[in-house]
């Protein structure tokens, strides 16, 4: 079974940076979209990012794009998720999601799995 474990969250003021990680297990995941969603409170969850597992393929929502990057450490099993330039409008729970179908990539369907979510504040 796959399991996906977010850490990394916390308090960051505004303009501040912070790099989450999700380590992945239970899995082959040489084929997986691995991808990040977040989800504040009384809004939807949105996508932010996903990655190819060979790290090939990347793609980021409007509002991150030149501020996050997604990246993988495919030996650690870990996707990470480097956040710069945060905004109070970023602050959310962050999820990591992972699923095998390429299509995925495009963020705007469910994933099959998800992790448990990390918690990311920012302060104006």
């Known amino acids: 079974q796959v399991q996906l474990v977010e850490s990394g969250g916390g308090l960051v003021q505004a303009g501040g940076s912070l790099r989450l990680s999700c380590q992945a297990s239970g899995g082959t995941f040489g084929t997986y979209i691995m991808g990040w969603f977040r989800q504040a409170p009384g809004k939807d969850r949105a996508f932010v990012a996903a990655?190819?597992?060979?790290?090939?393929?990347?793609n980021y929502a409007d509002t991150v794009k030149g501020r996050f990057t997604i990246s993988r450490d495919s030996a650690k099993n870990t996707v990470y998720l480097q956040m710069t330039s945060l905004k109070p409008e970023d602050a959310a729970v962050y999820y990591c999601?992972?699923?095998?179908?390429?299509?995925?990539?495009?963020?705007?369907?469910?994933?099959?799995?998800g992790g448990q979510g990390t918690q990311v504040t920012v302060s104006s």
């Open positions: 990655i190819t597992w060979n790290g090939g393929t990347t």
């Open positions: 999601a992972a699923d095998p179908r390429f299509s995925r990539i495009g963020g705007r369907s469910e994933y099959m799995y």
